[in-house]
Every structure is written in C-alpha cells, then in structure tokens.
C-alpha cells in the first residue's frame, strides 16, 4: 500500500485535458497549444500541430513552418482521448484522426507512420529515420486508433501497407535486430551513434500480430512470431524505450491463443529490472524518496539516483495490464504494480506535488491544471535547482533549445496526452487501495470477450468489495485466479471478498451459459472465460 495514498480521477483528467488543449481560441501565455500546419505533406489535407511541451520554440505556426510537431504527442493525445469515449473523428466539427494520415510517410518511400510528417524538421528533436523505437511506435499507437475508427476513410490501407513494410523488414532482418535503426525505404538495417534497439522486435511482433487478427493473414502471424522469437533469443536485456513490454504481452497472449511457449517471465523482468545493457537502469523504479512512494513508474532507475517518466508510465498499462487476462499467473504482480503507478503519477501534476518538490511551482499555472511535468527525478539534472529536495517534478525541455526555451518547457504535453490510457483502465472500487482494472480497456484487436477486471487487496487483511453490473443483465462472475465462479445469478451487484496480498481476474459472464472445455481454455456460450483452466 503506498504511502501516501490517493487515487485521482484520470478519466476526467482525460477528458479536462482534451477540452483544454484541442481549444484553437485558448488566451494565455504560450497558449494555445494547437495550430493548423498548411504544409500538405503526404496527404493533401491540414494536420493540427500539437506543442511536445509548453513554449518550445521550435514549435507553432510561426516556426519551421509549423511542420514540426510529434505523432507521440497527436496521436497520444488522440488515442488517449479516444479511450475514454471520446470520438476524436468530430471534436467540435474536426475530425483529428484523418489528420493522423499526414504522418504516414509516403513520399519518403518509408510507407510507416513516424513520429514527423516530414524530413526537413528530422533533426530538430525526438526522432526521425534514425531512432528505431521513434519509428517504430507511432505505427503501435496508429493500428490502436484503427481499431477503434476502422470505418475511417483511407486508415485500412494505411494499417495494410505498415504491415507489409514490418513483414518485409522481418524477413530482410532474419532474426537479427540488433540496429539501431531500419530504413524503411530503402529496406536495409541501419547503425549509427544510438544504440542498437533489438526490442524493436517486440513493436514489429505487435503491430504484425495486430494485422493477423485483423487481416487473416497468415504472413502477418509468420511475421509477429518471427519477430518475437528474435527478441526472445537475445541473452542480455535490450530494453531501449517504450517497446519491451508489448513483447511480454505478446508473449502470455499467443502462448494462450496459439499454444506457444514464449518465455513471459523473461521478459516482463526485462521491463521492469533495470538491467538494461545499452540503456542503463531502464525499468521500473521501486523506491521512497523523502517519504513520497514513487514506486511503479517508469524511467531510468540511475540517472540522478532514478527519473521517471510520466508518458512511459502511461503507456506500459496499455500492453502490462490486458497482460494478464492471457495469463493470470501475473494477476498480482501487475496489480500491485499498477495500484503503486496510479498512486504515484499523480505527483507529476503540479496541483497534487507539493510546491517545495517542484522546480517551477509559480510558473505550473502555465498548464492549466492539465499538463504535468515531464518527469520525476531525484536530484535534478538541470543546475539552477540543485537545492529542490526529492521527489522533484520537473522536465527536460529546457536542456532541448539551451537557452530559449522557457522554464515552462518542463511541462510536457507530450507526455500529458496519454493519459487516456489510465482513465480507460482504472476505477475506484467501494475500498480504498482496491482498484478495479478494465483488462478490456486497451486488449486492441482482441477475440470477443466478456467484461473482465482485475482486482488487488494491498491490506494486510481480507477486504470485501463491491462488484457492480450492467443494467438489466443477469450474470455470473467466474474468478481466473481461483478457476471458480464465486457468484451466480447477479444482477445488480454483489460483494466478493479478496485476500490480503491476493488478485481477482472476474470475468462476467451470462447466466446459466453453456460451459465447454476444449484443452486449457474453458468457454462459457463458446468465448473464451479462462485460458489456462486444466480440463474437468
């Protein structure tokens, strides 16, 4: 139980943040944080720029002709948006997901979403053509955005032809990712002075598998277990970024799905220990600085005695917590993980981090009560606030434009825009400490299935919580941790109860279906309750 305690509401953040921010007419220094790009690239069509963090100079209309703006930042935002229920193809009369097609690079020859529309702003800042993971990543967040609007004109052909380029690249690589980065134009693995990413592997296997299920083709699953088996045979950890933990995901979900063997526990240990080899400490951090618990999030355990990162933070929900449908083995582990994460992003926000651990607090109003600091750190790494005591909230944007951008460059919008992914995962539950988690929520391109939680008791006692259903639906819940149904015929709510230190993964299901077994898999009305139930 982390200390001290409190869960805020990252739904309504989700959905405050977007009212904020996709406003064209918002007053206020470095405001608004939005603007038009004319410039046309890869598709005839405006693409909204969206600021990477408050004030960066290099950014808006009036600077490199408004083309340098992030696909981690626009399509972050808009996933993130998207999964708390917003439908981001008519946001006030824009459709920002059409937008998103600019950033599919066609005349390049690259034919794969990346995180610029354009290689004339390439070098400014993030990474372009040169930085696996920043090529690689926008294709993850492009295919979850499809799943959501796959009615969306131009975005199947899109999802296909990113699918090739990954399936071809697989095959060109023959089990070797160890690059730095893959020229997708002209087919061919690149290294320079950043270090080689193998955990690319894990960003091809997902998207390709994503195109399996979406596609039928069996070149795209040739492909996904293809790229996972080469992340999987390297010896040492090659956590680089963001991409590790899609692989663990992708790992428990194909052993359910297809019978596979992959080594999960491998490596979810390579997401979370800080044992990277080129990356050093790049993991999750476990730790209670000053009396503030900043265990769960994600960043670099060394780096000024440990920097976590609000936006890796968020994202490793999205493949970590469906994780453990496809293998409940994993239930508490994540659970604990993701009540600690919960709890300690919040300090990432101005309004919830005590001012004397904040590097700008009489500048944070910049945000808006919406945009967080980019990150957590021990010991600052910017000099003029070495006296800041830890936890210390703060950001790297000033260190990007030495000397012109502003101190209010700490706040990341980039970061901020993904905060959809936790306001679709977590809800409160009638305990404190106990939160309900969406398994559903970001389980992209999944086989149909029944409402599914998992639940954590961080007490040191047995606590009962209230399990709430669907109007006018009649349900049983099924426990994949226990293998039993611990309640029938609900249909209203119900209180279950949840050891100390213990998960529950409850799947809803219909009352009085048909149960079958078929191998490990038990199926309730033939959908898939449990994967990993031995046969009765």
């Not at 405001?31 to 969206?50: E, R």
């Not at 933990?245 to 052993?255: C, D, H, V």
């Not at 299901?509 to 898939?528: C, Q, R, W």
Request: one cysteine or more.
């Amino acid at each position: 139980m982390p200390h001290p305690f409190e869960i805020i509401d990252y739904n309504k953040m989700a959905h405050d943040f977007n009212t904020v921010v996709f406003d064209f007419d918002a007053t206020g220094e470095f405001w608004p944080l939005v603007w038009i790009d004319k410039s046309h690239k890869n598709y005839p069509q405006d693409v909204v720029g969206l600021y990477t963090a408050i004030g960066d100079v290099r950014q808006g209309p009036d600077n490199n002709e408004g083309m340098f703006h992030e696909a981690l930042a626009n399509m972050g935002a808009t996933l993130g948006a998207t999964l708390v229920g917003i439908d981001k193809t008519n946001d006030r009369g824009i459709d920002y997901v059409a937008m998103l097609k600019n950033y599919f690079n066609s005349e390049t020859g690259w034919d794969i979403m990346m995180n610029n529309t354009c290689p004339e702003v390439a070098l400014l800042g993030g990474g372009y053509g040169r930085d696996w993971w920043y090529d690689v990543y926008p294709n993850l967040l492009f295919y979850a955005i499809y799943e959501r609007y796959p009615n969306e004109p131009g975005l199947e052909e899109i999802a296909r032809k990113i699918a090739d380029k990954f399936y071809e690249a697989d095959v060109i690589l023959k089990g070797d990712y160890n690059y730095s980065y893959f020229d997708y134009g002209k087919m061919v693995p690149m290294k320079n002075n950043i270090c080689i990413q193998p955990d690319a592997a894990a960003g091809h296997a997902w998207v390709l598998y994503a195109a399996y299920k979406n596609f039928g083709d069996k070149k795209y699953l040739d492909g996904a277990l293809s790229a996972l088996s080469a992340l999987q045979s390297q010896s040492q950890n090659p956590t680089y970024e963001l991409l590790m933990p899609f692989g663990a995901y992708l790992s428990a979900r194909i052993n359910a799905e297809l019978g596979k063997d992959y080594d999960v526990d491998k490596i979810l240990d390579w997401s979370f220990d800080g044992t990277a080899i080129c990356r050093e400490g790049w993991g999750v951090l476990a730790d209670k600085w000053n009396g503030f618990d900043i265990s769960g999030t994600v960043g670099s355990t060394v780096d000024h005695g440990g920097y976590g990162f609000l936006m890796n933070t968020y994202d490793a929900a999205w493949p970590l917590v469906p994780l453990v449908r496809y293998d409940q083995s994993y239930a508490g582990a994540i659970g604990k993980w993701m009540l600690n994460a919960a709890n300690a992003s919040k300090l990432f926000y101005p309004q919830y981090m005590p001012d004397e651990h904040e590097t700008i607090p009489q500048l944070a109003n910049a945000g808006k009560g919406v945009i967080a600091y980019e990150g957590i750190i021990k010991q600052s790494n910017l000099p003029e606030y070495q006296d800041v005591k830890a936890p210390v909230a703060q950001g790297d944007g000033p260190l990007w434009v030495a000397g012109k951008n502003p101190p209010q460059s700490q706040l990341s919008v980039y970061g901020s825009g993904h905060v959809g992914i936790f306001g679709s995962i977590i809800q409160k539950t009638d305990v404190e400490g106990i939160l309900q988690l969406d398994l559903l929520a970001t389980d992209f391109f999944h086989d149909k299935a029944y409402p599914t939680y998992l639940y954590y008791n961080p007490h040191e006692e047995s606590k009962a919580i209230t399990v709430k259903t669907s109007k006018g639906q009649t349900i049983d819940l099924y426990n994949t941790v226990s293998g039993t149904f611990i309640a029938k015929n609900v249909s209203d709510s119900t209180k279950i109860k949840i050891s100390s230190k213990e998960p529950a993964i409850i799947v809803m299901v219909p009352s009085k279906g048909e149960i079958t077994y078929s191998g490990t898999e038990m199926k309730v009305n033939n959908v898939v309750v449990d994967y990993h139930v031995q046969e009765k």
